[in-house]
């Protein structure tokens, strides 16, 4: 079983990834850069009026970060490996580690049966 202690401090992932593993699975946890959801789409024609408005010019597309846990069997490292890897993200936050830490003691369990 993987403990919440054991996934380090947010620091620690806005400089580097962090891996480890349990059992057969091998995982791997990092800071990923991903775009913000509009919290409510725009209609057509509301989209349209915003682009003929802004011109050319595109705008930058706000961006947030979050933590990224990554599985995959092993025994192979990260870069190495050739298995299928399946990938879940949480908010860059402590209930994000803690929601990491969950999710990969239920695909642990799986892995490992």
Same mark, same amino acid.
């Given at each position: 079983?993987?403990?919440?202690?054991?996934l380090l401090s947010l620091e620690?992932?806005?400089?580097?990834?962090? =891996?480890?593993?349990? &059992?057969?699975?091998? !995982?791997?946890?990092? %800071?990923?850069?991903?775009?913000?959801?509009?919290?409510?789409?725009?209609?057509?024609?509301?989209?349209?009026?915003?682009?003929?408005?802004?011109?050319?010019e595109e705008k930058p597309v706000?961006?947030?970060?979050?933590?990224?846990? =990554?599985?995959?069997? &092993?025994?192979?490292? !990260?870069?190495?490996? %050739?298995?299928?890897?399946?990938?879940h993200q949480e908010a860059f936050?402590?209930?994000?580690?803690?929601?990491?830490?969950?999710?990969?003691?239920?695909?642990?369990?799986?892995?490992?049966?």
């Amino acid at each position: 079983m993987i403990a919440e202690k054991d996934l380090l401090s947010l620091e620690f992932y806005k400089k580097s990834p962090y =891996t480890g593993s349990s &059992g057969k699975m091998c !995982f791997r946890i990092e %800071k990923v850069e991903v775009p913000v959801e509009p919290e409510e789409p725009a209609s057509s024609d509301q989209a349209e009026n915003q682009a003929e408005a802004s011109g050319d010019e595109e705008k930058p597309v706000p961006m947030e970060n979050r933590l990224q846990a =990554t599985i995959w069997k &092993g025994p192979y490292a !990260f870069a190495h490996t %050739k298995e299928k890897k399946t990938s879940h993200q949480e908010a860059f936050s402590k209930e994000g580690i803690s929601a990491i830490c969950s999710w990969l003691n239920e695909q642990a369990r799986i892995y490992n049966a």
